[in-house]
């Protein structure tokens, strides 16, 4: 009787001090959407998708700016590498975030995250040099393992009739990065030039014309950074019921453990030194990353591409934008997103299954893209109207595929390998995101040579690639290894 009531102790003091006991609780507990959870992963989401997406209006005026280019169509092929820098740094070390914030919890990994976005995204604005640009830049990439953690922490945080929304508003944060990043970068970059009134040649605005738009981003962080001291950890430390339910092979404790604080002493080191099953050999998992990475190539380097058709001259194929009207289309093309993840996605998922629309996603936008190079014939008001309406179902469409495929991924694994499986999905699909933007400038740079070739003449050949490789990704749908996990 002495040892069955000294464990119910043992049990009751771990999960009264288990953080992920706690949260297991609240959801037991949690009648309604969990509105100030969500606001938090919204909050840290949007950390990581603001540097992306304001960087795209006024790169090519940044390259051109560095005067590394030696011709007008070779700005491309440079601004491809600035990009791509961002997404090796992660994928260099997204896998070893992932074990991090396993080990030590979601929150302190998120904390250190968005701390990089303050220092890194500065010094970016600060660049005056092709190689300063492309080494803030992959050092962002290092430390920024925002988006891998966040999604895992989105699934735990939240009951499971919830995960589609939680999911979504990772998705969802993205299209507030589409409507503010890219209104950040559009306006605000050039300012001495734009805004002559409100700021000198002479200041350091002046002297740094992309620094501004930079500084905005990171003074958010820092409020993120600040709001996020209070954000709730989710991660299994202490608690022993936890942990055999991860893994039921692991022995029970003996009740002698028990310290005379109430504590076992083998606390977080045994929910790590547990012999677990091999992530690269979980077959449902690897095939949803290998899914995953296709489209992120094709999205990554769609965006590359779009922001260089869209700002280059109308002899070249171009639709000759400026920044600001490139930031002013991704802005309304993200409010449309924004609205399409509340309101459509998550009825539209449940009545139609994730599978389902993720292929009919995918179809869906090979037509789409085979219009854009028509779309520089138009002029004036049909021109706006027609790339804005083109702009939103796209977006609408590749968030449809990335949300599916995350929550398909956070099923395939438990909470003890969640971060590492994210991990993981970050690495390879950052390695495949980082030919993305150099392939992109690099094709549109070819493509911008060839405006009288036979076959595909200019941008004809850009979107057709795009197209083949969302057909490619569309095929790979079918591996049966996806539809074990729906």
Not at 366 to 387: D, E, K, N, Q, R
Not at 409 to 423: E, W
Request: with cysteine; hydrophobic share 45%.
């Amino acid at each position: 009787m002495a040892d069955e009531a000294r464990k119910t102790l043992l049990e009751e003091i771990e999960e009264k001090n288990c953080p992920g006991c706690n949260i297991d609780r609240f959801k037991q507990e949690q009648r309604g959407i969990p509105y100030i959870h969500l606001s938090f992963i919204w909050l840290v989401s949007l950390c990581t998708a603001l540097p992306i997406s304001s960087l795209f209006p006024y790169l090519y005026f940044m390259i051109r700016d560095f005067h590394v280019a030696e011709k007008e169509e070779d700005i491309g092929f440079y601004a491809g590498f600035v990009a791509s820098s961002f997404m090796i740094g992660r994928a260099l070390t997204s896998i070893l975030w992932g074990k991090l914030a396993d080990r030590y919890g979601r929150k302190p990994i998120i904390l250190m995250a968005t701390f990089s976005v303050i220092i890194f995204n500065t010094l970016f604005g600060l660049s005056t040099s092709f190689w300063f640009a492309i080494s803030v830049r992959f050092l962002l990439g290092c430390v920024n393992c925002l988006l891998g953690v966040i999604r895992a922490y989105a699934s735990e945080v939240v009951s499971e009739e919830y995960h589609a929304l939680s999911l979504s508003v990772v998705s969802t944060s993205r299209g507030i990065g589409l409507i503010i990043g890219p209104a950040i970068g559009g306006y605000l970059a050039q300012p001495a030039k734009k805004y002559p009134n409100l700021f000198s040649q002479d200041s350091v605005f002046g002297s740094f014309p992309y620094f501004l738009p930079s500084l905005v981003i990171s003074a958010y962080a820092t409020g993120a950074l600040i709001a996020c001291w209070w954000l709730p950890e989710t991660l299994h430390t202490h608690c022993r019921i936890a942990r055999g339910r991860l893994n039921p092979n692991e022995p029970e404790y003996s009740p002698n453990e028990l310290n005379n604080d109430g504590s076992t002493g083998r606390g977080l080191e045994d929910q790590n030194t547990q012999s677990k099953p091999s992530l690269l050999r979980n077959r449902p998992l690897m095939a949803i990353i290998i899914v995953y990475c296709v489209f992120s190539l094709q999205e990554i380097a769609y965006s590359e591409i779009f922001s260089l058709w869209a700002v280059s001259d109308i002899s070249y194929g171009g639709l000759s934008f400026s920044s600001q009207d490139v930031g002013q289309v991704l802005a309304i093309s993200g409010l449309g997103l924004l609205l399409f993840q509340l309101m459509v996605y998550p009825p539209m998922e449940k009545s139609l299954g994730l599978l389902v629309v993720i292929r009919l996603s995918a179809v869906m936008l090979i037509p789409l893209l085979s219009c854009y190079p028509s779309i520089a014939s138009l002029s004036g008001l049909t021109l706006h109207l027609v790339i804005n309406c083109a702009s939103i179902l796209k977006n609408a469409l590749s968030i449809s595929l990335v949300t599916g495929l995350f929550i398909l991924l956070n099923k395939a694994v438990p909470q003890s390998q969640r971060g590492a499986a994210n991990g993981i999905s970050m690495t390879a699909m950052s390695i495949f995101k980082s030919f993305g933007p150099a392939g992109g400038g690099i094709l549109f740079s070819w493509a911008q040579k060839r405006q009288t070739a036979t076959f595909l003449p200019g941008d004809e050949m850009v979107f057709f690639v795009l197209n083949l490789v969302q057909l490619i990704g569309l095929i790979l749908t079918f591996i049966p290894y996806i539809s074990q996990n729906q």
